[in-house]
């Protein structure tokens, strides 16, 4: 681990990942001018060409670039953008009379990007199993079938002996939902466990989010240096979308003490944002070729649209039994007019939604409640409070006490709280409670350990990796996005049947 490269970082996440100046030592990489002069060119060139990095610093490539390969590379740089494309061609001759190439190309600021590494040859079949694969996917039924199957196909792509799907939640916490590990050796499952945020820190996600794929072929590989021209050393060259790019040396040291010695990631994007990845361990040095890795990029990239349109098309289906309940309701409350305050059937209609066990409701001062609920003075306090500090919009915590301490007083009963404003005197709620649920978390290791300096003040990762159970007390289960959209549809109902049932609104009107 090289001491400049982490002795003045506060954190892991303000370190500057994308600028190693370094790259993996399975291929060379290029920088050149819009004008295709050579500005930059990684230290192991020669063993790949034949030709020292001082000969090509300073040349125009069409001094060294076979006719036919610049003509080829040339077309596709017209092509790259300033945006995030990377660009693959295929046993590309580079060099005249020497094995051809597999080559990523892309833009970074004003340079085109050139990295290569000796082509395997293999793309067609490649592309073939891919074509397969995802035909074979779409059988996948539920949900954890689908990630499972997602997983075993990337196995079967790339040859990892372990293949994890690992999802990412709200605060960046991950936890490893699918598995597939295979061959002698492969260790423990870690399917269940959780890790915490810091372990892929806030930079290294937004990296996965320009791109997709990331391999460290070799954790004990030495990062090669990237030698520039004089005019070109001073600024550094941005990595971010550099295949090859080195890898961070906290990073290096995490997968060591995890028993890694390989290790690849896929991003899993769900509608723009980075949902998961596929994580994938091998115990000896590998990389599958270009080809089979590019293939398992679009794999990726269509797992996740399909994984995309299932969690849309299962929102949709929730979405749809809120609006038969919240249809209900308003024909209800049409010819009752006393329904409003009958808790008894308003849990009865809302319980199934968006599961509770007690439902209480403030209405001119008055509270009438059902099931598990704190007593009428605390829900007072409870609504005086949502008051003055929600300002009549929805609320809802699995944790009450952490926002309202007050609420402590009923952890007995009551611990999470969805609050829906009924739009009538300033404190009119109906209150959904949920009681304590304990769970008990597995990470990976004490969480709290994770993000400190190690022994010799540097930032470190953590040693151990044995599973470390949390409890998690005076929580109630969490209220699930699509539980909080039901609450809006029911908050729309109760509204629009508090006005029909006063006459306010014809009952052809929407
Ligand atoms: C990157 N950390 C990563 C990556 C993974 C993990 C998957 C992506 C790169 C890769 O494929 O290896 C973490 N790997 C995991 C987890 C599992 C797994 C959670 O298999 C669970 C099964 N990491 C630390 C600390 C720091 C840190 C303390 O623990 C910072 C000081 C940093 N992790 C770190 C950095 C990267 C990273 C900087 C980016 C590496 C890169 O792309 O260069």
């Not at 920088?31 to 990095?53: K, M, Y």
């Not at 397969?132 to 689908?146: D, G, I, V, Y």
């Not at 930079?203 to 005019?231: E, G, K, N």
Request: charged share 20%; with cysteine.
């Amino acid at each position: 681990m090289t001491e400049a490269a982490t002795t003045d970082l506060l954190d892991c996440a303000s370190e500057p990942i994308h600028v190693p100046g370094t790259v993996q030592s399975y291929g060379f990489l290029l920088a050149l001018t819009l004008d295709w002069a050579i500005t930059r060119v990684s230290a192991n060139v020669a063993a790949f060409t034949g030709l020292p990095p001082a000969a090509w610093l300073g040349s125009i490539a069409a001094d060294l670039i076979a006719p036919q390969a610049l003509h080829t590379l040339r077309n596709q740089a017209a092509y790259l953008r300033e945006t995030d494309e990377i660009h693959r061609l295929f046993a590309i001759e580079l060099i005249a009379g020497r094995p051809p190439f597999d080559i990523a190309m892309h833009r970074s600021g004003d340079a085109i990007v050139i990295e290569a590494e000796p082509a395997m040859l293999d793309e067609r079949e490649a592309a073939a199993l891919v074509r397969a694969m995802l035909a074979r996917l779409k059988h996948s039924e539920a949900l954890p079938a689908f990630l499972r199957d997602g997983a075993r196909h990337i196995q079967a792509l790339t040859g990892f002996a372990r293949v994890m799907v690992y999802r990412f939640d709200a605060d960046g916490h991950g936890e490893v939902v699918a598995e597939a590990l295979r061959g002698a050796g492969t260790g423990t499952p870690y399917l269940g466990l959780h890790y915490p945020a810091g372990d892929i820190p806030a930079q290294a996600r937004a990296l996965y989010l320009r791109s997709a794929f990331r391999i460290i072929a070799d954790v004990a590989s030495d990062p090669v240096p990237i030698d520039s021209l004089p005019s070109a050393a001073s600024e550094k060259l941005d990595q971010s979308l550099s295949v090859l790019r080195a890898v961070s040396p906290v990073h290096i040291e995490y997968l060591r003490n995890m028993g890694v010695a390989a290790s690849m990631s896929i991003s899993i994007v769900v509608d723009g944002k980075l949902w998961g990845l596929f994580a994938c361990h091998h115990t000896a040095p590998r990389l599958p070729s270009f080809a089979y890795r590019t293939g398992a990029e679009l794999f990726g990239e269509m797992f996740s649209m399909m994984l995309e349109s299932r969690l849309r098309r299962d929102a949709a289906e929730d979405e749809a039994r809120a609006d038969a309940a919240a249809r209900l309701l308003v024909a209800e409350m049409e010819h009752d007019r006393g329904l409003l305050t009958n808790a008894r059937r308003l849990g009865e209609l809302i319980f199934d939604i968006i599961p509770a066990a007690g439902l209480a409701v403030r209405v001119d001062g008055k509270i009438w409640s059902t099931g598990a609920v704190p007593n009428p003075a605390q829900c007072s306090a409870i609504t005086s409070w949502l008051a003055a500090e929600t300002h009549h919009r929805m609320f809802s915590s699995a944790a009450l006490s952490t926002v309202f301490p007050p609420a402590a007083d009923h952890a007995d009963t009551a611990v999470g709280l969805v609050a829906i404003p009924l739009m009538r005197g300033p404190e009119d709620y109906l209150l959904l409670f949920r009681p304590e649920q304990a769970t008990t978390i597995l990470w990976a290791g004490d969480p709290d350990k994770s993000d400190g300096p190690g022994t010799n003040g540097r930032l470190a990762p953590r040693q151990s990796f044995n599973a470390w159970a949390e409890l998690v007390t005076g929580r109630s289960l969490s209220f699930t996005p699509g539980e909080l959209v039901a609450a809006e549809t029911i908050r729309v109902a109760l509204l629009e049947g508090l006005y029909r049932s006063r006459g306010l609104l014809s009952p052809d009107v929407q």
